[in-house]
């Protein structure tokens, strides 16, 4: 501080602003060498697999489309030890999603995109996502696609899932509704209720404001809680 | 007398089926040059039935000593730069995403071969007359002579433009990379 | 390629582009069709005669007298060589295209913290591993008390998919959250929608 102290008199600056200028013109090359040094996982992969996913990657951003999710998505794959191949194709499929997600619901944010994505992944034919085309204000459909995507993973129809919740969209439900579904229908599967059947138990209850009753109880062990600090 | 001339004989002296196996012959690496040419299936199939179709119709003027590859390929060339000429804007170098979707291979297969569009879609970034040059030379793999007798241009130009098909591929990558 | 233009990413993309075309079943049948449809060519004077001397000028198993071979000579000059190149329209011309501009999407921006708690008893380590860690899978360890891990991260509002990973091997999915669809490796990550008008 000293030094910078003497300097600054010289030059006419506050002490702590020559200071922090100092700290940081040491730093800089540092910084910069640690970014540098740090190759990317993706380019540490076989090199076909590097160039075809790098590819994908600029052509999502080409297009307008997240092209950061494809890179997660190859961390994910890498992380999860799969071979270069395996990474491209779920990068490929995962960039096929989006781009018919994007067809089907026009512009839309990232996270809704990512949402319809997933719907379109998990088997939902891409024509049943043009009833979300509208914008409504105040209205999210990020919760509604999670709850359609989640029923079909853990095994519901999915023509009963898409009808279903396409029905409930409709008639206005909230997100409220949407998690309470997922909630009853999950509940039933894990007491070994078949899903299909389990998610038309749970429709068939929900009254015509398209509003599924909240299940009795606690929420079960270990259901996260939000809070900010 | 190769097998290519007497097919176009037999041609010649009334035979259609003989026309049939020429195609045979030639279709799948024409389709392949038309279609990294062109960069869509549609517009390479267009290309292809109207290469064919001049051949057939100029069949009675093919030379023996032409090598029969190096004359269709001649008018494949000139047939893909017109159907190009013709196209008044981008094309999507895949169809049916829906279908992809829904017939994806088995993923522990990873990619196939058909799964090519981020190739196609980087051939398709150069220009033109560079991406021609660069598909002659490296993957139809003909030497800057036989490029020369089928394009009518010459061969330092035509070395010229592979040279920059390579420096532009390069060049995009480095931004690919960075970005 | 030569050494100027020698590069690992432009060989591969000359490797990727010699892999066969697919093109549609029916394409050769349509093409074959046409053709059918057609006149049938008819050999001209011309390509005969054009022929005929391809023929006549190949190597053969001929010997002639040295009178009969300087009388053939000057009736080969005597013929007048043909060469008919088909000419073709060369109306191409060359489409510069630039590649569309790419639109970004910007997030909001916002912290909400969440916590995340596993169920694993005989667990010795649990990681938490997500898109909001980029999946690294040893940034984000979880405490244990009792049979239960726990850790609190900051995650912007949004959509985000995690897993949970067990003494660094096993990845579960949580048990409670929305699934989203597999995964494309094998396994099924847990969803976690925060700020978006999500409750839980």
């Given at each position: ?100 997600a994007?067809?089907q619901l026009?512009?839309v944010d990232d996270d809704e995109l990512a949402a319809a994505a997933a719907v379109v992944e998990a088997?939902a034919?891409?024509?049943q996502l043009t009833v979300f085309r509208a914008r409504i204000k105040n209205r999210s459909d990020l919760q509604a696609f999670t709850t359609w995507a989640s029923l079909m993973a853990r095994?519901v129809?999915?023509?009963?899932a898409s009808s279903a919740i396409s029905k409930l969209w409709q008639d206005g439900a909230d997100d409220a509704t949407f998690v309470s579904l997922w909630n009853n229908v999950q509940s ?11 998610l038309?138990?749970r429709i068939?209850?929900a009254?015509?404001s398209g509003r599924v009753p909240p299940s009795?109880?606690?929420p079960p062990?270990?259901q996260e809680r939000e809070?900010?600090? | ?179 | ?106 997030l909001p921006?916002s912290?909400t913290?969440v ?15 997500g898109d909001f ?22 995650m912007t509002a949004g959509r985000h998919q995690y ?10 999915s949580d048990?409670n959250a929305p699934s989203a669809p ?7 990550n847990s969803v976690k929608i925060v700020g978006r008008g999500s409750t839980s």
């Amino acid at each position: 501080m000293t030094f910078a102290r003497g300097l600054a008199s010289r030059v006419g600056f506050r002490a702590t602003t020559v200071a922090a200028a100092l700290a940081l013109a040491v730093a800089a090359p540092t910084l910069l060498r640690a970014q540098s040094a740090e190759p990317d996982r993706i380019a540490k992969l076989d090199v076909g697999s590097s160039y075809a996913i790098s590819l994908l990657i600029d052509s999502a951003n080409t297009e307008g489309l997240p092209g950061r999710m494809l890179r997660l998505k190859a961390y994910e794959g890498i992380a999860k030890k799969a071979d270069g191949r395996q990474i491209v194709a779920a990068v490929r499929r995962e960039l096929i999603a989006l781009r018919v997600a994007r067809a089907q619901l026009g512009d839309v944010d990232d996270d809704e995109l990512a949402a319809a994505a997933a719907v379109v992944e998990a088997g939902a034919k891409p024509a049943q996502l043009t009833v979300f085309r509208a914008r409504i204000k105040n209205r999210s459909d990020l919760q509604a696609f999670t709850t359609w995507a989640s029923l079909m993973a853990r095994g519901v129809p999915t023509e009963d899932a898409s009808s279903a919740i396409s029905k409930l969209w409709q008639d206005g439900a909230d997100d409220a509704t949407f998690v309470s579904l997922w909630n009853n229908v999950q509940s039933d599967i894990l007491r070994g209720l078949n899903p299909g059947t389990a998610l038309q138990n749970r429709i068939r209850e929900a009254p015509s404001s398209g509003r599924v009753p909240p299940s009795k109880g606690q929420p079960p062990e270990g259901q996260e809680r939000e809070g900010s600090e | 007398m190769s097998d290519d001339a007497a097919d176009v004989q037999r041609v010649l002296a009334g035979d259609v089926d003989a026309y049939a196996a020429l195609v045979d012959r030639y279709y799948d690496r024409c389709a392949r040059f038309a279609v990294r040419m062109l960069g869509n299936r549609d517009d390479a199939e267009d290309a292809l039935q109207a290469t064919f179709i001049r051949a057939y119709r100029a069949l009675n003027r093919y030379q023996e000593r032409d090598r029969f590859s190096a004359w269709l390929y001649r008018i494949l060339v000139n047939q893909c730069r017109s159907v190009a000429a013709r196209r008044t804007h981008r094309e999507r170098v895949f169809v049916r995403e829906e279908a992809l979707l829904a017939n994806a291979p088995d993923r522990s297969q990873g990619w196939a071969g058909e799964d090519e569009e981020f190739v196609q879609r980087v051939l398709n970034e150069l220009d033109p007359l560079l991406r021609e040059a660069f598909l002659l030379k490296y993957i139809e793999e003909m030497s800057y002579e036989e490029m020369s007798a089928l394009t009518g241009v010459g061969v330092s130009a035509l070395k010229m433009r592979a040279k920059r098909a390579c420096d532009r591929l390069r060049e995009r990558w480095e931004k690919i990379k960075n970005d | 390629m030569t050494d100027s233009e020698h590069s690992s990413y432009v060989e591969w993309i000359a490797r990727e582009a010699r892999r066969p075309v697919v093109m549609d079943a029916g394409a050769r049948d349509r093409l074959m069709a046409a053709v059918r449809a057609e006149p049938v060519p008819h050999r001209s004077f011309v390509s005969r005669v054009g022929n005929a001397f391809q023929r006549f000028a190949e190597p053969r198993s001929l010997t002639l007298s040295p009178a009969r071979s300087t009388l053939l000579a000057a009736g080969l000059v005597g013929i007048g060589v043909f060469a008919g190149a088909v000419m073709t329209n060369r109306d191409g011309r060359p489409t510069a295209g630039q590649p569309p501009v790419a639109a970004v999407s910007k997030l909001p921006v916002s912290d909400t913290f969440v916590k995340f708690s596993f169920v694993a008893p005989s667990a010795k380590h649990v990681t938490l591993v997500g898109d909001f860690n980029d999946w690294d899978v040893s940034s984000t360890p979880m405490t244990r008390s009792g049979s239960v891990w726990t850790v609190v991260v900051p995650m912007t509002a949004g959509r985000h998919q995690y897993s949970y990973v067990v003494d660094g091997k096993s990845w579960s999915s949580d048990p409670n959250a929305p699934s989203a669809p597999d995964d494309g490796f094998g396994h099924t990550n847990s969803v976690k929608i925060v700020g978006r008008g999500s409750t839980s």
